[in-house]
């Protein structure tokens, strides 16, 4: 825990590696920043022997994460600054996907575009009954990015995810349960929730759920990994064209 983050709060407690992107006024918007320090806390931690798990989340009770900043990311605009964005952000969600150990989301907030991405970049997802999620990218006539669209399509198959991308359609906790994007709402506090959700997967042995959470890896693998260089082809045609560019003006208030 030796390593400083400007945009993020790193710590254990026990054999659970606490990771929370303390971005509250920026709705925890995921900047380049934020990406490479998430990145930087997965793979710094990734080989100590006395985890068992990790918990990633959001500070303050209103946003997991917001999705990518438009204004640091308005000047991408060519093929291969975008491809490299793309690659290097998906990179980013990486070192959470292939984290060793289990990864639990604990969303304490809205988890919208980039941030939805990130919490299905997780193993597991448990959410605060005030929580929502969506795949919101098709608003800025865009594509998910980082991986985003592969994890979707492996967790509740390719038709249910193609509604929620098409559609943009935001979920609440509970309507997020019913098709399998969230695993568990809170009925009274969050952290309750997580105590009794991690417990059985406590009581195994480091090395047991090391073992557990490769097979899973290597499984999943199998069936996203081609997936995930078509998604950044097609991703890089809808960041570069017009329709991406006008919609976000508009947002931007040019």
Request: contains cysteine.
């Amino acid at each position: 825990m030796s390593d400083s983050y400007n945009h993020l709060t790193v710590s254990q407690s026990n054999d659970v590696l606490h990771v929370t992107i303390n971005r509250e006024q920026k709705r925890n918007a995921l900047s380049l920043d934020v990406l490479a320090e998430i990145k930087q806390a997965f793979r710094a931690n990734a080989d100590d022997p006395s985890l068992k798990l990790a918990v990633l989340t959001g500070a303050g009770e209103k946003c997991f994460a917001a999705g990518g900043d438009l204004k640091e990311l308005d000047s991408v605009r060519s093929v291969d600054a975008s491809t490299e964005m793309s690659i290097s952000a998906g990179a980013a969600l990486d070192a959470v996907r292939e984290f060793p150990l289990p990864v639990i989301a604990l969303l304490n907030g809205a988890a919208l575009g980039g941030g939805a991405e990130l919490a299905m970049a997780c193993d597991f997802r448990l959410a605060a009954s005030h929580a929502r999620i969506g795949f919101i990218q098709g608003t800025l006539h865009i594509t998910t990015a980082w991986g985003g669209g592969p994890d979707l399509i492996e967790r509740i198959g390719s038709a249910p995810a193609l509604d929620l991308v098409t559609s943009a359609r935001v979920l609440s906790a509970g309507d997020a349960v019913e098709i399998g994007v969230i695993d568990a709402v809170a009925q009274e506090s969050l952290s309750m929730l997580l105590e009794d959700y991690s417990s059985p997967m406590l009581a195994r042995e480091a090395h047991v759920l090391r073992a557990m959470k490769a097979l899973r890896l290597a499984a999943k693998a199998k069936f996203t990994a081609h997936l995930r260089e078509l998604e950044t082809e097609l991703f890089v045609d809808c960041w570069t064209h017009e329709a991406h560019w006008e919609a976000a003006a508009k947002i931007l208030g040019k």
